[in-house]
């Protein structure tokens, strides 16, 4: 298993402004993802972040809104930029840990509740 | 690609009565099929899970899940329900490669009423 914090763990921010969210996990892990909660609606990924390699994107989110990095195997940024209302959100960090041989787990951790004015 | 359908926003019920959450999912290769659950300002917590082998799976707090291929279905369920079950639960999907992106379902609330 793995324990994942977060921090913040909320924030309020006004509208222009950008929020740096980290994510720490307590052993060495290949792959880390971060996902949004919007209210109301299921988590949708927005990328995927492996050390010492750029950032993988899903459709919709774009480096420059949403920088990562992943500087360790234990540690992972989030950086929100230019916050509008629409990015009031959940973020969440998860971190894919090795288990059998055909299927890896994914833990998740407590979430960023963002709240953006 | 693979898709989830929870058809159930919201389910309430009452305390001790038993209680199906509906999930269904669309793929065009074999699947790993997942159960979170978050409570309220919790992070996601794994259930329960089926990967190969039985088609009833029994996860965490007495909750259990069947895997039904020919209706591509995968419902949770739980004889008995607590207070404490209040919370939103998360039906995902994965493909079988070893780079498991999960596809979550958008959600149901279990609303648990005295």
């Known amino acids: 298993s793995a324990v994942i914090s977060q921090k913040p763990s909320r924030d309020i921010c006004q509208r222009g402004t950008s929020l740096t969210i980290q994510c720490q996990v307590d052993?060495?892990?290949?792959?880390m993802f971060w996902y949004r909660q919007q209210p109301g609606q299921s988590l949708t990924l927005i990328a995927t972040?492996?050390?010492?390699?750029?950032?993988?994107?899903e459709s919709g989110f774009v480096i420059d809104k949403f920088p990562i990095s992943r500087p360790n195997l234990t540690f992972s940024t989030l950086t929100v930029s230019n916050m509008s209302p629409e990015d009031s959100s959940i973020y969440l960090c998860?971190?894919?840990?090795?288990?059998?041989?055909?299927?890896?787990?994914?833990?998740f951790g407590p979430g960023t509740r963002l709240t953006v004015l | 690609a693979q898709s989830v359908t929870q058809l159930d926003s919201q389910v309430p019920v009452f305390e001790e009565a038993p209680v199906e959450l509906r999930c269904n999912y669309s793929?065009?290769?074999?699947?790993?099929l997942f159960w979170y659950v978050q409570y309220p300002n919790q992070g996601l917590q794994l259930l329960l899970k089926?990967?190969?082998?039985?088609?009833l799976v029994k996860g965490i707090n007495g909750f259990e899940a069947e895997f039904n291929k020919s209706q591509t279905s995968f419902h949770l369920r739980k004889p008995s329900v607590h207070i404490s079950d209040t919370a939103e639960y998360f039906c995902?999907?994965?493909?079988?490669?070893?780079?498991?992106?999960?596809?979550f379902g958008k959600g149901t609330m279990l609303l648990v009423s005295p």
């Open positions: 998860s971190v894919l840990t090795s288990g059998r041989a055909s299927y890896n787990e994914q833990f």
């Open positions: 052993s060495q892990v290949t792959m």
């Open positions: 972040a492996n050390q010492g390699s750029e950032a993988t994107y």
């Open positions: 793929s065009s290769v074999s699947v790993y």
């Open positions: 089926y990967l190969s082998g039985s088609t």
């Open positions: 995902a999907v994965s493909d079988k490669s070893g780079y498991s992106t999960l596809t």
